[in-house]
Each structure stands twice: as C-alpha cells, then as structure tokens.
C-alpha cells in the first residue's frame, strides 16, 4: 500500500509559477513510476507528467517546456514545477503511483492517488 499527500497548489495569475508536492508513504515510492494528472470540471483526467524509477520522464505536449517532474528518493516526495501557468492549466492535480517501469501518462496504469490540490490559473 502507498499513501499519497498532495499540497502546493494554489491560485495564481496567468505567466506565475507554482511547484506541486507530493509526499508517499507506506511502501517505497522509489519502486513505483509516479505521475501527475490534472482534471477540470467537466472533463476526463488527464496525465501532465511521470517519471520511472530510472528517472526516465514522460510530459504532455501541452506541459513540455513549462512544467518539470522530478523526485527526492530521500524523502519520498515527488515534485511538479509549473511555470508559464496557463488559464488552461486550471484544475485538480493528483499525484499518482504505479507499477510500470516506464513513465506513461495513461491513468489505468496508476494503483495509487492521492486526494489532489487544486490550482487555479486567472487570465
């Protein structure tokens, strides 16, 4: 079992930065690919980003350039830099853990969510 623990959104302007985190507990993170997704109301989740244990990354066009992923095995916590926020980039962010070994943004492949944290983007 792994427990995650979303915190850092928040709500700002239209070009702001936020940095998302994500503390796991229970069992290793570091064993398990870990990603973000987003959801807007009214729409399907979708994946943002992922990294795999060998710190292989995977991004949404939509993030690549503006967003970064990246872990801290020594605490268990994963982390998602966003800068350039977008109007668009509004929605709930859930950290997410899964038993590939490769990073991939396609839900079903994720066993474990946290609760999420809500970042709000105005223009």
């Known amino acids: 079992q792994v427990q995650l623990v979303e915190s850092g959104g928040g709500s700002v302007q239209a070009g702001g930065s936020l940095r998302l985190s994500c503390v796991a507990s229970g069992s290793a993170h570091k064993r398990y690919q870990m990603g973000w997704f987003r959801q807007a109301p009214g729409r399907e989740r979708e994946g943002v980003a992922a990294?795999?244990?060998?710190?292989?990354?995977a991004y949404a066009d939509s993030v690549k350039g503006r967003f970064t992923i990246s872990q801290d095995n020594t605490d268990n916590t994963l982390y998602l830099q966003m800068n350039t926020l977008k109007p668009e980039d509004t929605g709930m962010y859930y950290c997410?853990?899964?038993?590939?070994?490769?990073?991939?943004?396609?839900?079903?492949?994720?066993?474990?969510w946290g609760q999420g944290t809500q970042v709000t983007v105005s223009s």
């Open positions: 997410a853990a899964g038993v590939n070994w490769y990073p991939t943004l396609i839900a079903n492949d994720y066993t474990y």
């Open positions: 990294i795999a244990t060998d710190g292989d990354t």
